[in-house]
Nanobody
């Protein structure tokens, strides 16, 4: 059974940084893509970042590229999301997700079939 557990969320001032972690079990992340999504109150899930199964390719939403960085540690079977220069509009619950090895569209949440419980990120102004 695949389980994803996020951690690292919290309250931070605008301009600050946080690093989210997603520890996977039941699946070796070096064989599967991993993604981060977020959901703000009253809004749909929004794609944040993803990394391909090989780790070679990384994908970001345009507004976050340059501020956010996805990485992984295959020895720890953990994926990270480093978030810098945080803004109040980044406030959301952040979810880690994984799907089949080959995903046509990393930005579509429908392509991911395992999700974590989410971790809250709150950015104060």
């Amino acid at each position: 059974q695949v389980q994803l557990v996020e951690s690292g969320g919290g309250l931070v001032q605008a301009g600050g940084s946080l690093r989210l972690s997603c520890a996977a079990s039941g699946r070796t992340i070096s064989n599967y893509p991993m993604g981060w999504f977020r959901q703000a109150p009253g809004k749909e899930h929004e794609f944040v970042a993803a990394i391909s199964w090989s780790g070679t390719n990384k994908y970001y939403t345009d507004s976050m590229e340059g501020r956010f960085m996805i990485s992984r540690d295959t020895a720890k079977n953990t994926v990270y999301l480093q978030m810098n220069s945080l803004k109040p509009e980044d406030t959301a619950v952040y979810y880690c997700a994984t799907g089949p090895q080959f995903i046509l569209n990393y930005r579509s949440k429908g392509n991911y079939n395992y999700w974590g419980q989410g971790t809250q990120v709150t950015v104060s102004s």
